[in-house]
T-cell receptor
Framework: SQQGEEDPQALSIQEGENATMNCSYKTSINNLQWYRQNSGRGLVHLILIRSNEREKHSGRLRVTLDTSKKSSSLLITASRAADTASYFCATPGLDYTDKLIFGTGTRLQVFP | GAGVSQSPSNKVTEKGKDVELRCDPISGHTALYWYRQSLGQGLEFLIYFQGNSAPDKSGLPSDRFSAERTGGSVSTLTIQRTQQEDSAVYLC?????????????FGPGTRLTVT
């Protein structure tokens, strides 16, 4: 299976703390994306990082990519209760089509 | 502007019945994707449309599943002779395409329950 894996599977933290989620994938990629899902329904795109980038920031989000290790991390700084959600990394299919292969996801719970 | 819409939001059907799920992508998005999410399998790709053609159907789990897209816009996913293992949330997404990579915009999903 091409599916990537994320760890931890679940993470519980207090508001104000930082949350770090890791993603490992199996194939060569030209980009990696992170998505958030609330309540098991639609996904929301957070950030896209290309294979020639090592780090990218968006607001309180910081994503790193290490193509030599086939891994990425998502850091959420100063977390809020509203950040409670599942977070997924996604990579392109083997043929570099735009279809996405999703990781297993990390369930983040932020307590007020 | 309007996002991706899907209908129905919930569908309960009896085993053996056919169902149709609809997706209305963002206007101007030429790429459209169907995924499904279930407890046991996570998020799985089903089929990809570029315009009205489907260059990648590799994720359709069986020949009971089919999809079409007309006018480069609305898409319908049809499941024939539904089985209990078809129970899942079916998600549709659209994006600018094909010269990506682009972010995908997801609809709220259709929760299908086969009894």
């Amino acid at each position: 299976s091409q599916q990537g894996e994320e760890d931890p599977q679940a993470l519980s933290i207090q508001e104000g703390e930082n949350a770090t989620m890791n993603c490992s994938y199996k194939t060569s990629i030209n980009n990696l994306q992170w998505y958030r899902q609330n309540s098991g329904r639609g996904l929301v795109h957070l950030i896209l990082i290309r294979s020639n980038e090592r780090e990218k920031h968006s607001g309180r989000l910081r994503v790193t990519l290490d193509t030599s290790k086939k891994s990425s991390s998502l850091l959420i700084t100063a977390s809020r209760a509203a950040d409670t959600a599942s977070y997924f990394c996604a990579t392109p299919g083997l043929d570099y089509t735009d279809k996405l292969i999703f990781g297993t996801g990390t369930r983040l719970q932020v307590f007020p | 502007g309007a996002g991706v819409s899907q209908s129905p939001s919930n569908k309960v059907t009896e085993k053996g019945k056919d169902v149709e799920l609809r997706c209305d992508p963002i206007s101007g998005h030429t790429a459209l994707y169907w995924y499904r999410q279930s407890l046991g399998q996570g998020l799985e790709f089903l089929i990809y449309f570029q315009g009205n053609s489907a260059p990648d159907k590799s994720g359709l789990p069986s020949d009971r599943f089919s999809a079409e897209r007309t006018g480069g816009s609305v898409s319908t996913l049809t499941i024939q002779r539904t089985q209990q293992e078809d129970s899942a949330v079916y998600l549709c997404a659209s994006s600018l395409g094909p010269s990506g990579p682009y972010e995908q915009y997801f609809g709220p999903g259709t929760r299908l329950t086969v009894t």
